[in-house]
Every structure is written in structure tokens, then in C-alpha cells.
């Protein structure tokens, strides 16, 4: 399985650093439909918060909150402007924090390591920190509960202090020997959060994005529409379905867009238009592909199949029966129309064996 | 594109924190997976595997994935459970499958419904209309407009 997902980034990744109660709050951050962190956040009436392109293209199918069930109505969403700031600055901060977290927590696999095996004080043990900490757990050990913490902390505030310095970088006091060894390639590695917010979390940009409205397609003739169209720079091909569905799609993408305190510009929504119009196509030339080669053979089989089983049960009864084992194609067709469902207590839509029927029937 | 970063997400979850008694295998095809389901707590089911087919389209999560009991001859799975909302044919009755999927769902929470079906289930039979609905199932669950009527199971 593994070699198979590739890596995305997912809350799973903090289960197993040194806090893995940041799988939660990763979690959180991330919007209930596309599981990535939350683009333009709105918030609903019911007060849950989710990606503006993706609520509005699910209100589309349906006009209730995925979460609580209560309708809502897409002009009721409000963009949640602290949410998005909160997810910008988790996000510059993940790799780090991820990074940092997990070599602490293989630290301290071995600190944990060295408190168990006691009396084996081996050659590996490279830091002498820890080896006065094997020590200490031995002296511990005799009398009683040691206390792993205080182990710990003794570890981390070594009791000689020594003399303190102050670090060129933070201009906080540490003892030098801290300073030295960890502190200055901590201080460097670190984001620079304490010391200049600002530059994580964007201000919200004053942009000038107007939303865009809803179109009544049925009094809009076909040159107009191209031309509200190409005043959005967008492409003006295909046939009339296809332009409706492209205002439509670029409609959301925009307004979803405007939600952002950081709004993409409007050749990065474009792309993403054009990104989806190719997928479109693809996924039909592929639904067809699929139709002529499995969906096809396969309702032959399964309806000869049937026949077959009824012709069985029939033989019995000496009904009189169909050549089954004929493959041209006025049989299967038959047999097409007989396995079809005639009288079903659930009802069932089998559109597509109708199709199917009825392309064979020309 | 949106679905398939869905599904990566969500199997690269299921990899990391997997469930008990649920077991994933994925195909060469992304939209279509199978897990295996043992449940042991229930003696309707005991040394028991049964495996669940999803097949998921570029809709979802607008959608829910078509999900359903399938037989695996080769590695001894020859039966779909006997429950009475489980037909011969594999097909699923649950509302989460149908009206009751919203995008907050997952292919694990799905799974995890399953499991407890099965697992809270006390009686051994099949749907009282089974034998005439496997005649004229469509091959697709999802084109079945079941209605969801019995919610004590």
C-alpha cells in the first residue's frame, strides 16, 4: 500500500511525533469536503466553516450544510477572515514544526531508552549529558520512584549552570554552554514568529474584485453570452451548454476567489478553469471508453447468464425456450430485453441498459 | 483532480491509522479499492472475511462512492454476510450510501457503519424482497432507489 500513496500532506503526519494531539488540531484546519486546508474560508449560518469553491460547488447539488444538515443559501456565506490567517501561519509553520517535532521525539526514544536498560551503559551512548543521566536513573532506581520528569528537566537545565550569555540572535539569556551547543542553531532554524508576526500571517489586502453575479442563461442570447465571456477574458468556443458551464464554473472559482484575504490573480483562475474544462473531457472520452469495452461485454454476459438460468428453471416446465447458445445479434439483443427487470418491488433505474438496449435496437 | 487528492488524503489516513478488523487493498486503478471486513465479536460472523468493492467517480465527495459486498473466489471469500439489509448480490440498503452522504463522510466512516452493522446485527437473514431484487438489480448499487425504512439495524 504505501508504495502505491504517494505523499500528500494529511493530519496522520503528527501521529507519530513527539505531540500527537496536533493530528486533531491539523484536523481542524482543514475543510470538511476537500480535506485540504482551508482556501478562502466562509462561514455558514450554522456557523461551520469550509473552502469558499468548495461549499458553493456542493450547494450546487445540494442547499444544505454537509456537516449539520440545516439549509443555507450560498449568498449567506460570510468569508471567515481569521480562520484563513490561522491556517496561512499553520501552514508556513507545519514542515517546521513536523520536522522539529519528530527529531525531539527520536531524542527522546533514546533518553527513554537509556532510563530502561539501566546497567547497560554501552559505548554508544555518544553525548556525556546523557550518560550522567543513565547514571542518575541507576542511583534513582534504588530508591525508589525516580520520576522520568524531573530526569528531563534535569537534562534540560543541567544543575552547574555556569556563566550566561546572551544569544546575538533572540537577545535572550541562556547559559553559554546551551547557547553554544543548541540554542544558536535553533534560534537560526526558527521562523521569525516571536519577532516579527507580521511576516507570516498576511494583512487583509485591500483588493479590488468585484463578485460576479448569477446569469439568467434563457434571455441571454448566444452572442451575448460570448461576450460577457470575452470581457472576462475567457475562452468563447465550444457549443451553448458548454459556454453556460464555463461562466458557471468561473463564476464560483471567482467569487470563491474574492473570499480570500490573499486573492489569487485572475490568470492563476483561468488556468484552474482551463485545468477543469480539460478533465471534463477526458473523464467523458474515458466514460465512453469504459461503456464500449466493460459495460458493454459485461451486460452481455450477465444477461446471457440470466437467460440461461431461467431457461433451466423453464426446461422443467418444458416452456419453450430460446437458442441460448446463438451469439449473433438479434439473439442477445433478446436477451438483452429479458433480462431487463419487469415487475421489481424496488424500483430500480436502469437507464443505462436501456441505453444500451436501445442503441443495439438501431 | 479535487477527487483524486481526496482519496490520496484519505487512503494515505487509512494507511497511517488503520482500523481493527478492516483491512484496505488498493488496485492499479485509484477510484477503485477493496477492503476486507472480519468481525469477530459477532458469532453470526466468526472467522468470517468478507470484501467490500468501492468504486468512486470524479464527483466525489459530492457523491458517495458505489460500495458493495463482492466474492473472492481465489482467496476463499465466497460468501457476501448474511444480514437483513445486505442482498444476495452484495448490494448495501444504508442511507449513508444514498441520501445520507454529505462530503463530510469518509470511505473510513463508511467502513467503520459497515463493520457495526455487521457487528450489532442479531439476525441471520437476508431482506424480505431479496430474491426479487437480485433478479432485477442494476450492476450499479447506486442506481437502486432503496428506501431506507428500518433504522434499528
Known amino acids: ?362 | 483532480m479535487a477527487a483524486r487528492n481526496r482519496i490520496l488524503k484519505e487512503l494515505r489516513g487509512l494507511e497511517k491509522e488503520t482500523l481493527d478488523g478492516i483491512n484496505i487493498e488498493l488496485t492499479d486503478n485509484i477510484y477503485v479499492l477493496f477492503a476486507t471486513i472480519s468481525v469477530d465479536g459477532n458469532p453470526l460472523y466468526k472467522d468470517q472475511v468478507y470484501k467490500v468493492k468501492f468504486t468512486i467517480t470524479e464527483e466525489y465527495p459530492f457523491t458517495p462512492p458505489a460500495c458493495m459486498f463482492v466474492k473472492d473466489i481465489d482467496r476463499g471469500i465466497v460468501s457476501i454476510p448474511i444480514h437483513p439489509h445486505i442482498y444476495t448480490n452484495g448490494h448495501i440498503c444504508l442511507d449513508l450510501l444514498g441520501t445520507a452522504w454529505t462530503p463530510v463522510h469518509t470511505i473510513r466512516s463508511i467502513l467503520l457503519s459497515l463493520h457495526s452493522f455487521l457487528a450489532s446485527n442479531t439476525r441471520s437473514e437476508r431482506p424480505p424482497d431479496d430474491s426479487s431484487y437480485f433478479k432485477h438489480a442494476p450492476k450499479n448499487p447506486k442506481d437502486t432507489r432503496f428506501v431506507y425504512h428500518d433504522d434499528t439495524v
Open chain 1, 1 to 362: 500500500m504505501s508504495s502505491f500513496v504517494p505523499t500528500v500532506s494529511d493530519p496522520s503526519d503528527f501521529a507519530h511525533c513527539s505531540e500527537p494531539r496536533l493530528v486533531e488540531f491539523d484536523s481542524l484546519l482543514r475543510c470538511h469536503i476537500c480535506k485540504e486546508y482551508q482556501t478562502a474560508p466562509v462561514l455558514t449560518t450554522c456557523g461551520h466553516s469550509y473552502c469558499s469553491v468548495c461549499i458553493r460547488k456542493y450547494l450546487i447539488h445540494t442547499a444544505k450544510c454537509p456537516i449539520c444538515s440545516k439549509e443555507i443559501r450560498e449568498a449567506n456565506l460570510q468569508r471567515n477572515v481569521l480562520l484563513e490567517q490561522v491556517v496561512i501561519c499553520f501552514k508556513t509553520l507545519r514542515d517546521d514544526l513536523l520536522e522539529k517535532l519528530t527529531v525531539e521525539s527520536k531524542v527522546d526514544d533514546r533518553q527513554r531508552r537509556g532510563s530502561c536498560e539501566v546497567i547497560e551503559i554501552d559505548d554508544n551512548v555518544e553525548v556525556d549529558d546523557e550518560l550522567e543521566i543513565v547514571s542518575e536513573t541507576k542511583k534513582r532506581r534504588n530508591v525508589g520512584q525516580g520520576g522520568l520528569e524531573s530526569l528531563f528537566k534535569r537534562k534540560k537545565t543541567p544543575p552547574k549552570v555556569g556563566p550566561l550569555g546572551t544569544c546575538p540572535i533572540c537577545a535572550k539569556q541562556f547559559p553559554i554552554r546551551v547557547l553554544e551547543s543548541e540554542h544558536i542553531d535553533l534560534c537560526l532554524n526558527t521562523p521569525l514568529l516571536e519577532q516579527d508576526k507580521d511576516s507570516i500571517v498576511p494583512k487583509e489586502s485591500e483588493h479590488s474584485y468585484q463578485k460576479l453575479t448569477k446569469l439568467d442563461f434563457s434571455s441571454l442570447s448566444n452572442t451575448t453570452l460570448k461576450q460577457k465571456l470575452a470581457k472576462l477574458e475567457l475562452p468563447t468556443n465550444g457549443n451553448r451548454n458548454q459556454l453556460e458551464s464555463r461562466y458557471n464554473e468561473y463564476l464560483i472559482l471567482w467569487n470563491a476567489n474574492c473570499d480570500s484575504i490573499v486573492p489569487k490573480d485572475p490568470k492563476v483562475l483561468r488556468r484552474q478553469l482551463a485545468q477543469w474544462e480539460s478533465s471534463l473531457k477526458f473523464r467523458k472520452d474515458d466514460h465512453d471508453r469504459q461503456l464500449d469495452k466493460k459495460g458493454w461485454s459485461d451486460l452481455i454476459k450477465q444477461a446471457r447468464n440470466s437467460k440461461m438460468k431461467t431457461r433451466e428453471e423453464q426446461d422443467d416446465a418444458q416452456v419453450e425456450s430460446i437458442d441460448i447458445m446463438s451469439t449473433n445479434e438479434e439473439d442477445d439483443s433478446n436477451l438483452i430485453t429479458s433480462a431487463q427487470p419487469q415487475n421489481c418491488s424496488i424500483q430500480a433505474s436502469t437507464q443505462e441498459s436501456t441505453d444500451h438496449e436501445r442503441v443495439f435496437a438501431d
